[in-house]
């Protein structure tokens, strides 16, 4: 049995969850999520809990356990609380902007870079550096931070380029360190 699959998800004050025709919905202050259930497993809801229960002991039902488990014990929070990743820019002149629903970028390139939000994700910049972003979805947060990250990753160098907060960035000796070592 999925230590992780069998846990129940405690649906706080303010959360609907509608299970109908292989669709979980999920309902909260901070947005309604949906999301459709694997064939193999099923959610069920008594009074303020949802269990996720597996049709069969085959591998590929044990495989989709947790992990249903775990999707929807984060639209749960997300719908509750929301999600927010953290990016951080290091340049010379690399700076970020928010105009309306677009995040303007200026990341060494000869010309700045409006990066289009998808609906449901929002940004705010704080010192011209740190980008925070906030979602109910986690996976759509983590694909626009990636995306965004995409722009101009970290070089190993001089650290330069877009990272998210708290990465280390492993850096390189420069040619000239490198060749004094003789």
Partial sequence: ????????????????????????RVEGPK???????APRVRVEVEGRTAVVKREDDSRASRS???????????MVEGA?????????????????????????LTLG???PIAYQLPEGVS???DR???ITLEAADRELLGHVAAQIR?????????????????????????????????
């Fill in 64 to 74: 989709l356990h947790g992990l249903t488990r775990r999707l929807l014990a984060n």
């Fill in 109 to 111: 390139y000869s010309h």
């Fill in 31 to 37: 947005g309604k999520l949906a999301r459709s259930l």
């Fill in 150 to 182: 995409g722009l101009r990753g970290p070089e190993p160098y001089k650290g330069k380029g877009v990272k998210y907060g708290g990465e280390v960035i492993r850096r390189k000796a420069g040619k000239a360190a490198a060749g004094a070592t003789r």
């Fill in 80 to 104: 509750t609380k929301g999600f927010t990743r953290v990016l951080e820019i290091n340049g010379v002149g690399y700076r970020a902007e928010v105009r309306g629903n677009a995040l303007w």
């Fill in 123 to 125: 940004a705010k910049v």
């Fill in 128 to 130: 011209q550096v740190v």
């Fill in 1 to 24: 049995m999925s230590r992780i699959g069998r846990l129940p998800i405690t649906l706080p004050e303010g959360v609907k969850l509608h299970v109908a025709d292989g669709t979980v």
